[in-house]
């Protein structure tokens, strides 16, 4: 123990196993404190990590160092949890049992950064309250399955987060998180019920948070359960709303006539709307496609246990699993109509994600567009303006770059490489279990949140913010050779070849080119050339 005081200040840190903990006793409660610390706790082959800040008033700091000196007693405490391997110590204060302590031991790889996503731990909770609930009705007793519901709730809720520390890189199968969840919904529901964390009396991991279950096809469902809700609560309004916004701008920039481009060169016109309703729809056609993968993930695998048979289950159970997470959670779920499939592939997963890849793409054309419609703001296209949010260079000043077109068009990067993964992962249904699966719904929801996220951002601090530099746009549509087109009916496409060609090569204009080649009349070259006629087909004669 390191300390340093001074008038007003204690600074404490806690670096290597402690035997006991410095007494606070006798440290006058009058003195004003800052106290700031940090510890790192070895609990056997595991670590544990506490950290507290407090800057109470002198009456108040001393009894919150005295707290922390209690909860840093008991991170070092530890209790005996039992598995097939026999017995584990397991910090007091953690609910987690010996197949979880093992886990953290065994799969040491890149924690805590890749834990599994809060997502399906919830998913896991949602889960098993509508087991305890079914389970009940199949002769789990009441006292028990109440606790379960409570536990699970809490899980659910995101109130345990702390006690799931395992990584995605486990079994494929899922069975270390599934364990997890159940030790710690086992724990907490003993703890409720006044027993003995460890114990495994009143409420067995096992036999009771389990019942009816394998980890096959707990994970499985776990898993649609996350995406279905992941998707329809953050990605599905993000990308709707990003829709919304693009359309008020298709609105705005309707009369706005511009040149077009194709192969990065020089076409015909259109106007600015037009070339935003092509992103609207882009975006109209990603929700459908969105939507279009959640009925297959709405089936959900509870029931078919082990390999699809639904060994130890109840005729029933699959069904009533599917009603109770519907309650539950407020979205629509049925019970998978083949389990043979909802265990040994997850198509539904990968078919989702490709969804997701295909509005990335969708994403990246549109934020690369407006990324070089933006273009600037002197020797660009620049005929956007885009919002100036922070500065761009730390040499060059007063740059300001288009920041989040880049983070936009990143996160979809990722979300190809994510979608690579998925479709390999997905492709190794061996016989009758798919075993990759954590990293298949790590990366869904990893795609699903950046998309969400990004979509929200470039929304509200780009598009919302953009406009149109219409003297830009008038200027670069006037100066273009391909205004030509329009006169193809009139003097035929080899004339208007020799006029544009022969404007290029002299520096003159369209006009000042068909006049000196002696194309047409003034009169009608100025009835012809004109960008408003060049934006529709024509009324037929």
Known sequence: INCAFSTSRLTIAVVLVLPSFVSLQSIPESRPIMFRSSAIVKRGSSFAGAALRVNHTPRLAIPALRQFSTSLQMAQQTRAESDAFG???????????????????????????????PQVVRAFGILKGAAATVNMKFGLDAKVGEAIQQAAKEVAAGKLDDHFPLVVWQTGSGTQSNM???????????EILGGEMGSKKPVHPND?????????????????????????????????SLKDAMYKKQQAF???????????????????????????TQLEYGILRVESALPRLRYLAQGGTAVGTGLNTFKGFAEDIATEVSKLTGHEFVTAPNKFEALAAHDAIVEAHGQLNTLASSLFKIAQDIRFLGSGPRCGLGELKLPENEPGSSIMPGKVNPTQCESLTMLCCQVFGNQAAVTFAGSQGNFELN??????????????????DGMRSFEKNLIEGLEADEKRIE????????????????????????????????????????????????????????????LAPKEKK
């Open 180 to 190: 997890n969840a159940n030790e710690v919904i086992s724990n907490r529901a003993i």
């Open 208 to 240: 009771h948070v389990n019942m009816s279950a394998s980890s096959n096809d707990t994970f499985p469902t776990a898993m649609h359960i996350a995406a279905v809700l992941e998707i329809e609560e953050e990605l599905l309004p993000a990308l709707r």
């Open 435 to 452: 075993v990759f699966k954590p990293v298949m719904i790590r990366n869904l929801l990893h795609s699903s949140r950046l998309l969400s």
């Open 475 to 534: 200027a670069l549509l006037h100066e273009s050779l391909m205004l030509v087109t329009c006169l193809n009916p009139v003097i035929g496409y080899d004339m208007a070849s020799k006029v544009a060609k022969n404007a290029h090569k002299k520096g003159l204009t369209l006009k000042e080119s068909a006049m000196e080649l002696k194309a047409l009349s003034e009169e009608d070259f100025d009835k012809t050339v004109r960008p408003e006629l060049m």
């Open 87 to 117: 017995e584990i110590p397991v910090a007091a204060d953690r609910y987690w049992g010996a197949q979880t302590e093992r886990s953290l031991s065994n799969f040491k790889i890149n924690q805590p950064h890749d834990r599994m996503p």
């Open 254 to 280: 309707d009369k706005i006539i511009k040149i077009g481009r194709t192969h990065l060169q020089d076409a015909t016109p259109l106007t600015l709307g037009q070339e935003f309703s092509g992103y609207v």
